[in-house]
């Protein structure tokens, strides 16, 4: 079967041989001849048309599969760091409490506790107040408000780091 594009170009041809003679089929020969050509094209454009939904619904299931996959590995990692930082902390406490800063396992690992170089911080966000607090504390991120940006541009506005594109286009399967 050809391809998409090779149907795409029979039919213009077609539509360039019906242009270029004005329309004209008079004879019922050529007239069959050209109807015969465009259902021809129409049944392998829907043929191929049906393959390319086809594949691209397949490549959709794969890719929320994927996607779900990735979840639920993103899920067993956080139990796994969870459960590694669970062990360590009891590990800590143990050594902690029998007041020992190395210790050697029965295979030979040498176990070590290591002070941290600084002291932990501890920030309450949730009982902050950022406009109560000294600016040199607080670290602000700038983002251009792309909302604001098109409302300007929409009501005629200029700007010198923004414009409109073209619209795009995109495909809706049903």
């Not at 049906?50 to 397949?58: E, G, Q």
């Not at 009891?90 to 800063?101: F, I, K, N, S, V």
């Not at 309450?124 to 983002?143: G, H, L, Q, T, W």
Request: net charge negative; charged share 30%.
């Amino acid at each position: 079967m050809a391809t998409l594009f090779e149907i795409g170009a029979d039919m213009l041809a077609l539509h360039e041989l019906l242009t270029d003679i004005g329309g004209d089929v008079s004879d019922e020969a050529v007239e069959a001849a050209i109807m015969a050509w465009l259902a021809e094209n129409e049944t392998n454009d829907a043929v191929k048309a049906d393959s390319y939904v086809n594949l691209i619904r397949k490549l959709e299931g794969e890719a929320d599969l994927a996607t779900q996959e990735a979840h639920a590995y993103q899920l067993r990692a956080k139990v796994r760091n969870n459960r590694v930082a669970i062990l360590k902390r009891r590990l800590l406490e143990h050594m902690t409490a029998t007041g020992r800063t190395k210790l050697v396992t029965a295979t030979g690992r040498t176990i070590a506790i290591q002070r941290n170089a600084s002291v932990a911080l501890q920030i309450d966000d949730d009982a902050v107040y950022y406009s109560e607090i000294d600016p040199k504390f607080v670290r602000y991120e700038c983002k251009i408000d792309s909302d604001a940006v098109r409302e300007h541009l929409e009501n005629g506005g200029t700007l010198p780091f923004a414009r409109f594109g073209e619209k795009g286009s995109h495909i809706r399967i049903k």
